[in-house]
């Protein structure tokens, strides 16, 4: 073995060791370039959109919300503006764009002269946050001081305003439950509605047609598109997009009716619900009680919010659309439909009532009427509301039938009107009893049940269109609130709601005049009588409802009305009256006055004018 | 000196790539130190044109000295920086809590970067000198001692980044020097076994993990860590000395993995107990950044964004968002590439990449035309310290390589690295032109 021989031996060793090295470095670069194809090519689109939002920092210019008006709405000319906004601004600085503490300080005492704020107070504010972000100083100002900031930019450089339009609940609580009000969006919300644009300082409607109609109230914010450096510092202004009013809304609701019905209820826990048989109109919807959406709406609403969910009076609760109750001697139209039907009696049949109703069995159970009322028809046991003729009703009907009545009349069914939160009523069955008190039904029960006690309960809603099917000869509407809905400047109308049939009771002619004959009874000489001094003829019955909590001492009983206007040959003119209050003990003492005060104002608002001229033209 | 012989001989492709890569991180850092609100330009740029005329001279000065006298003084060197880096650790003013650079009024120098340079030279002598003798295992002892001093001194600076640079350096050095790879792998393993473990339990422990692995308790318990390490050790002592009588060549399959197994084993108890935990919290956010996301992790996110906002062709020179508008932290020193991704884009950054490639490429066909053994090595180790730069930064700033404060040579603003490289490529421009005088 040579010297060279070694020498070449280990070159050829080197030579291989350094290919390995120039792999090894080859692809190296070749990762490095692989990844910068990846990050550069493959994921560009995403890098540039998170590029572009780390550098704009967009300020909204809210859009104002759509305003809500009454039925009478006509532009320019007539009509009640139930929600509007009042312009308002914000005053904010850039607290970096002083020169010096002194001239900040300066500049806000000489603010506080015209604005309500403490200037050391905002001052140690400003110097806690980022001086190049904007700096809210006070938020809802006048336009006045906008004016004086504005005319005197030497004496207030670099403040800044914007707009931000409150909205403004021209009736406080006459239409908590209907219009609703609006509100941040909660997590859940903003969650759930990002997709549809919907931005994190947005509000949204919270209840009623504020919630329901947010997409047409809501318009389009505009931006002012910003864009910034990492401190926040704007490096470029300019308008991105103006705001997009909302569309105005047009309620069927009529002011005055509301307002008389608001009045009508008084103290009372309870509600009136005004329908339109022949279109589903709701005329009027009271619940009571109610809250103010000013107040909810306010800066420091919080505790305001907590006291009202805490309240037991439930305040909050739509009770016309939200609340079951039992529906008492108004179910007893329904005893008597599924009789008249099913021909199980007929109209001039008489029961004698002695006051009261003995079922006999093992044990003999006595069920009471409120008065012994003698020998009566069907119109007079309606008109005078006796419970012993419905017992003996109910009996030879049996509680199926009754249970598929009101199962027709759609009392387990929500109403599909247009605010949020409808709850639906209860019609029991056998199966139902069954299956949750493991006992069979009993003839008890069947009674209870013609009385529309027991395990029924309905929503006042439920059981106001009900009677709208009636008094539309079967035809039942979906009821609604929105009539119209308005471009921002009211030019153009958007959508019109149109009547939409929710379903049609086959019911006989014969029956459905002798349900009206009777409630015409209840008006002229039964339990309805407060009403007999219209001209307008009105039809009615009351109902008086048992609760099993005795909640108040004597009054564990809640009251119901329940009535229409005119009697006669079905019109388009009808209104059907609904008023329910809360322990009000006797539903001809409390629900008839207020159903009185609402017919009133619904005659003197002209509702039924054709029928006072015939009952003119035919005196 | 510089007559026409001179200019003939030398690498006009290494010396004119590393002309266009200073150039154009020059203009870069032009564009990254521009302020569009006040459209005025933090001037940094002119700072470096200076660096590069200085670096400049440093490179030709390099060029002209024979660099075989650098190897005959190489301990000299290597002693000299070891000295003035001593001193830098020990007195120098600390800067964003790291004590790596001496300030002579309006320039600082980091002593560090040219303390690549000394050790390269060193290892480069060594191994012409040991050329016959590398196969050895103890042979790698100088080698490591004298890697590892300037090391130990680095990390107390402390200065991860630098420090971490020096090994892979002295790994490619040794390998392409001849040293025997099975040692190599070794020490390798050796390191791996005895970081795995506590880094594992540290993380676990870091991260709330309650694992039931048997095998993980057991390193829990030191004694029989410490038990197992020894019995290997036992092991391997036995089969040594059975092998140094008989000479049975099957044995070495056993006395080397278990010293490798029964070292790594020792170390691990070493750092376990040794070490605190906030420093073995520090080795993990080395080696995985995403673990303290308000620190690096930032940076790397809003790097990427820069880079992959780029697209094909660039946002333009002075139009890159990220960069203008300060997202991009960094953006002068260590993360220059992403202001190149940014405003040039693929393109730009291919271009980038082509650059660095080429002096790669001569410096590879330098060191392996050269016939004189320091001169191979020296260069070799010259484009081990170009090389890894640009991969743990290039790596760390497109997000795959861990988050370890690197320029990315000549490209990055800083006199001290541009200075070091630039002496490097001197010194490779020197071997090649005294290739011919052969």
């Keep these: ?619 | 000196m510089f007559n026409k012989d001179f200019f003939n001989k030398m690498d006009v492709v290494l010396i004119g790539a590393v002309f266009l890569a200073v150039i154009f991180g020059i203009l870069m850092i032009y564009s990254a130190g521009f302020d569009p609100a006040v459209a005025v330009n933090k001037g940094l740029y002119k700072k470096q044109i200076i660096w590069f005329m200085i670096g400049i001279i440093f490179m030709f000065a390099m060029s002209i000295v024979n660099y075989r006298a650098l190897g005959d003084y190489a301990l000299y060197i290597y002693g000299f920086f070891i000295f003035i880096l001593l001193i830098t650790t020990a007195f120098g003013r600390p800067i964003r809590g790291t004590s790596a650079w001496l300030s002579f009024g309006f320039i600082s120098i980091q002593p560090s970067e040219f303390m690549k340079l000394s050790v390269v030279i060193v290892l480069a002598k060594y191994l012409e000198l040991r050329e016959r003798d590398i196969k050895n295992f103890r042979e790698l002892l100088v080698p490591s001692l004298v890697t590892f001093i300037p090391v130990l001194i680095i990390l107390k600076q402390p200065d991860f980044g630098t420090a971490a640079i020096f090994i892979p350096v002295l790994f490619t050095m040794l390998f392409l020097g001849g040293a025997d790879v099975s040692h190599l792998i070794s020490i390798i393993l050796i390191a791996v076994i005895a970081l795995v473990f506590p880094m594992l339990l540290t993380y676990w422990e870091w991260a709330g993990y309650k694992g039931g692995n048997f095998i993980v308790q057991m390193f829990v318990h030191v004694d029989v860590l410490f038990t197992v390490a020894g019995v290997l050790l036992l092991i391997a002592i036995a089969s040594f000395i059975t092998h140094y009588f008989l000479n049975k060549s099957f044995l070495r399959k056993i006395y080397i993995p278990a010293t490798v197994v029964s070292l790594g084993l020792f170390l691990s108890v070493v750092i376990q107990n040794w070490f605190k935990v906030y420093q073995k919290k520090r080795i993990l956010v080395f080696l995985n950044p995403d673990l303290d996301p308000h620190g690096s992790g930032y940076n790397i996110i809003q790097s990427k964004v820069a880079i992959g906002s780029g697209g094909f062709f660039g946002k333009g020179f002075l139009q890159g968002t990220q960069t203008q508008l300060g997202f991009l932290p960094e953006k002068t020193s260590d993360f220059v590439f992403a202001v190149v991704a940014e405003e040039l884009g693929f393109i730009g950054a291919i271009f980038l990449l082509l650059i660095l490639g080429v002096i790669i490429y001569r410096g590879i066909q330098i060191a392996m035309e050269t016939r004189d053994k320091f001169g191979a090595m020296l260069a070799i180790g010259i484009i081990s310290i170009l090389f890894y730069h640009i991969l743990i930064n290039i790596g760390m700033v497109i997000g795959i390589m861990p988050v370890t404060g690197l320029p990315l040579s000549f490209f990055s603003y800083g006199g001290s690295n541009l200075f070091m490289i630039m002496m490097g490529i001197g010194i490779l421009n020197n071997i090649k032109m005294s290739r011919s005088s052969y």
């Design chain 1, 1 to 619: 073995m040579t010297q060279t021989s070694l020498k070449a031996r280990m070159l050829e060793a080197f030579r291989k060791r350094m290919l390995v090295f120039i792999i090894g470095v080859s692809s190296i670069f070749a990762i490095l370039a692989l990844q910068l194809f990846n990050l550069q090519l493959i994921h560009g689109k995403e890098y540039r959109l998170k590029a572009t939002m780390n550098m704009e920092n967009n300020i909204p210019i809210p859009a104002p919300r759509g305003e809500i008006y009454d039925r009478h709405f006509q532009k320019g000319v007539s009509g009640t503006v139930l929600v509007s906004n009042r312009p308002s601004f914000n005053i904010t600085t850039i607290p970096e764009t002083f020169k010096s503490d002194a001239e900040l300080m300066e500049v806000l005492t000489r603010l506080s002269t015209i604005v309500e704020i403490v200037p050391a107070d905002v001052f140690a504010e400003i110097k806690k946050s980022n001086p190049w972000e904007r700096f809210l100083l006070k938020d809802d100002v006048t336009f006045d001081v906008v004016e004086k900031v504005a005319s005197h930019k030497n004496a207030f450089p670099n403040i800044h305003w914007e707009d931000a339009p409150v909205r403004v609940y021209n009736y406080g609580d006459l239409f908590a439950h209907t219009i609703g009000y609006t509100g941040s969006l909660n997590k859940d919300e903003y969650n759930s509605l990002k997709s549809q644009g919907y931005k994190y300082y947005q509000s949204i409607g919270k209840a009623g047609v504020e919630k329901q109609y947010d997409s047409q109230l809501r318009g389009e914010d505009g931006f002012i598109r910003r864009t910034v450096d990492v401190n926040n510092r704007t490096e470029n202004e300019e308008v991105g997009q103006t705001p997009f009013g909302g569309n105005n809304i047009v309620l069927t609701i009529d002011y005055e009716i509301q307002q008389a019905a608001f009045t009508a209820l008084g103290e009372n826990y309870g509600t009136v619900i005004v329908l339109k048989p022949s279109t589903g109109e709701v005329i009027a919807m009271v619940s009571k009680p109610g809250y103010d959406p000013n107040a909810i709406i306010s800066k420091d609403n919080s505790i305001i919010i907590r006291d009202l969910n805490a309240d037991p009076k439930k305040p909050f609760l739509n009770r016309s659309i939200q609340s079951r109750y039992p529906p008492a001697s108004t179910f007893k139209i329904v005893t008597a439909i599924a009789a008249l039907e099913t021909e199980k009696t007929y109209a001039d049949k008489t029961y004698y009532c002695p006051g009261k109703y003995t079922l006999q069995g093992y044990v003999d159970h006595d069920f009471y009427c409120f008065k012994p009322h003698g020998t009566l028809d069907l119109y007079w046991a309606i008109g005078k509301s006796c419970s012993v003729y419905f017992y003996n009703l109910g009996m030879s009907v049996g509680p199926s039938m009754i249970m598929k009545y009101a199962g027709y009349l759609g009392l387990n069914e929500i109403t599909g009107i247009d605010i949020p939160g409808e709850i639906s009523g209860f019609v029991p069955s056998q199966r139902w009893k069954l299956k949750t008190f493991g006992q069979p039904w009993f003839d008890g029960d069947t009674i209870n049940m013609s009385i529309g006690q027991g395990f029924l309960a309905v929503t006042p809603i439920e059981i106001a269109n009900m009677l709208c099917g009636i008094v539309n000869n079967g035809i039942v509407y979906k009821p609604y609130l929105v009539k119209q809905i308005f471009s921002p400047d009211n030019r153009t109308v958007i959508s019109e709601t149109k009547k939409e049939k929710l379903r049609e009771i086959p019911l006989s002619p014969a029956t459905l005049n002798t349900i009206k004959q009777g409630m015409r009874y209840s008006v002229q000489g039964g339990t309805s009588q407060w009403l007999n001094h219209f001209k307008v003829p009105i039809c009615g019955k009351t109902g008086t409802a048992q609760t099993r909590s005795n909640r108040k001492e004597n009054v564990s009983q809640h009251a119901w009305f329940l009535g229409f206007a005119p009697f006669g040959e079905q019109t388009d003119d009808a209104i059907v009256v609904t008023v329910f209050i809360e322990y009000g003990q006797w539903g001809a003492v409390a629900a008839v006055p207020v159903a009185e005060k609402i017919f009133g104002k619904l005659i003197q608002q002209g509702y039924f004018k054709s029928q006072e001229k015939e009952i003119i033209l035919r005196k």
